[in-house]
Nanobody
Framework: QVQLVESGGGLVQAGDSLRLSCAAS????????MGWFRQAPGKEREFVAC????????YYADSVKGRFTISRDNAKTMVYLQMNSLKPEDTAVYYC????????????????WGQGTQVTVSS
């Protein structure tokens, strides 16, 4: 059983940056690919980024490519999402999730989820 706790969300202005963190505990961290998803009010949860077990390979949604960077520190069992050049359309609750699949983009491929952290970007 893996427990995930996100932090780092907040209210920022368009163009600002934020770094989200996800602390993992329980299970074997390096057994899981890690992903970030987000969900805006009235919308479905959508894929943002994922990173493989080793951290060598990363994948991004087109909407965030070039602005967001996912990384992980296996020694600290942490996952990060660096978000630059934020836009109002990035406003959502951001979730960290763990999957046994290496390049999963669909929420159903992730077995473990955090509680989410709110990111609000004002124009």
């Amino acid at each position: 059983q893996v427990q995930l706790v996100e932090s780092g969300g907040g209210l920022v202005q368009a163009g600002d940056s934020l770094r989200l963190s996800c602390a993992a505990s329980g299970g074997t961290f390096t057994s899981y690919a890690m992903g970030w998803f987000r969900q805006a009010p009235g919308k479905e949860r959508e894929f943002v980024a994922c990173i493989t077990w080793t951290g060598i390979s990363t994948y991004y949604a087109d909407s965030v490519k070039g602005r967001f960077t996912i990384s992980r520190d296996n020694a600290k069992t942490m996952v990060y999402l660096q978000m630059n050049s934020l836009k109002p359309e990035d406003t959502a609750v951001y979730y960290c999730a763990a999957s046994t699949l290496p390049r999963a983009r669909h929420p159903t491929s992730y077995a473990y989820w955090g509680q989410g952290t709110q990111v609000t970007v004002s124009s």
